[in-house]
T-cell receptor, first 115, second 111 residues
Framework: DAGVTQSPTHLIKTRGQQVTLRCSPK?????VSWYQQALGQGPQFIFQ???????QRGNFPDRFSGHQFPNYSSELNVNALLLGDSALYLC??????????????FGPGTRLTVL | GENVEQHPSTLSVQEGDSAVIKCTYS??????FPWYKQELGKRPQLIID?????GEKKDQRIAVTLNKTAKHFSLHITETQPEDSAVYFC??????????FGTGTSLTVIP
């Protein structure tokens, strides 16, 4: 049973650039949530996708956008990168309405460094 | 929105002792409270969760209690072992909508 996978593992970008991170959910899961985890902090909710639509959004600027594909995989895009965007980006998958969207399982994360 | 506070930020215990981590939340609509363990450089792993219709849940050495009236929930680890050393995060959610995480507790179990 494949768990949540993310790519790439690490990424280094410079300020002003754009980045795309990818996530494949756990087998059978249809909902994907994205989180930003700064060093020494808890994960901060960015947004959640279900049925290819953004269902919920946290307090992040429009520079952060996403997409969900018909196979439930998802992308996180960040434009105009800032130094403060350096963090571990975590993807979590869960089942949708059948179990109330809870019980999230996390991927290994993508470590983004902005120079 | 929801605000989750977690205490203590660091906790050291002797092997075999118990460890307790406490969290409070502000939104009475929150109904799902998971706990995650995150080892250095690894993903958060769900270790136990509780829903608002239950007051206590146990899984071997781990237990979680929930007090809806006071809006707080706690993680209890008994007979701690060195491999329990990690950062533990609590979280609160309303039907799987936005998950709000605490700031984490770094647990060290001293052999």
């Amino acid at each position: 049973d494949a768990g949540v996978t993310q790519s790439p593992t690490h990424l280094i970008k410079t300020r002003g650039q754009q980045v795309t991170l990818r996530c494949s959910p756990k087998s059978g899961h249809d909902t994907v949530s994205w989180y930003q985890q700064a060093l020494g902090q808890g994960p901060q909710f960015i947004f959640q996708y279900y049925e290819e639509e953004e269902r919920q959004r946290g307090n992040f600027p429009d520079r952060f956008s996403g997409h969900q594909f018909p196979n439930y995989s998802s992308e996180l895009n960040v434009n105009a990168l800032l130094l403060g965007d350096s963090a571990l980006y975590l993807c979590a998958s869960s089942l949708g309405p059948s179990v109330g969207f809870d019980e999230q399982f996390f991927g290994p994360g993508t470590r983004l460094t902005v120079l | 929105g929801e605000n989750v506070e977690q205490h203590p930020s660091t906790l050291s215990v002797q092997e075999g002792d118990s460890a307790v981590i406490k969290c409070t939340y502000s939104d009475s609509a929150s109904n799902y409270f998971p706990w995650y363990k995150q080892e250095l450089g690894k993903r958060p792993q769900l270790i136990i969760d509780i829903r608002s219709n239950v007051g206590e849940k146990k899984d071997q050495r781990i237990a979680v209690t929930l007090n809806k009236t006071a809006k707080h929930f706690s993680l209890h680890i008994t007979e701690t072992q060195p491999e329990d050393s990690a950062v533990y995060f609590c979280a609160a959610s309303n039907h799987g909508n936005q998950f709000y995480f605490g700031t984490g507790t770094s647990l060290t179990v001293i052999p």
